[in-house]
């Protein structure tokens, strides 16, 4: 078994890995056959994007080649992110992301290798814990079963929808508690001070 290893990269590294992470998106996700090249396209568009994002980081692990990553950005504590949530937002969701605790993942990418079980966990805690979350949170496609499954398996808790434009599809709202469990906050989602951010 290769040994993994985990390492951060600044915006400048992770768009002069760009055609790699293309790569690794395409093979670990399960692309409709002739739909690779579009999904490669989409991703790669994203990424330019999402590196724009103020506070955007990215962890990838490497073995012999890429094995992984996951990237996303602290949410703004103004709340817009939270725009098109379905419904009243929860209190705590709102407490959290104004006291700057709450960190999107925007996407989590793993190889299919045998070496990689549990590497997607891993990845996803370390980023979390690197920007001392308490709570992490993510966005997936109501028709993506298998994503919602996956994260679900990893710990993650359905929160709700949001709707985002350009388009009318609603996307559920799944949440990591990072939070101790009270009797008070059975959930986790709950401020941790021992992970209080820096102003």
């Known amino acids: 078994m290769d040994t993994v290893r985990l390492r951060r990269l600044n915006r400048w590294q992770a768009e002069g890995l760009r055609e ?7 093979e670990s996700s399960a692309a409709a056959p002739g739909e690779e090249f579009h999904d490669r396209q989409k991703f790669l568009h994203r990424l330019a994007n999402d590196v724009q994002l103020p506070g955007f980081d990215m962890l990838v692990a490497e073995a012999r080649s890429l094995a992984g990553c996951v990237f996303g950005f602290p949410v703004p504590r103004d709340g817009s992110w939270w725009q098109g949530f379905d419904g009243p937002m929860p209190q705590n969701l709102e407490q959290l992301t104004a006291s700057g605790h709450v960190f999107a993942i925007l996407e989590t990418l793993v190889h299919p290798h045998k070496h990689a079980h549990g590497l997607a966990r891993r990845l996803q805690e370390r980023l979390l814990a690197d ?16 994503a919602c499954a996956a994260f679900k398996n990893w710990g993650w808790q359905e ?4 709707h985002r434009l350009p388009g ?12 101790e469990r009270t009797a008070e906050h059975p959930d986790g989602l709950a401020h941790n001070d021992q992970t209080q951010r820096p102003e």
């Open 20 to 26: 790699d992470l293309a790569d690794l998106y395409v």
């Open 131 to 146: 920007h001392q979350a308490s709570l992490g949170v993510t966005l997936v496609d109501q028709s993506d079963r298998s």
């Open 159 to 162: 929160a709700g929808q949001i």
């Open 168 to 179: 009318p599809t609603a996307l559920r709202v799944l949440v990591l508690p990072l939070g």
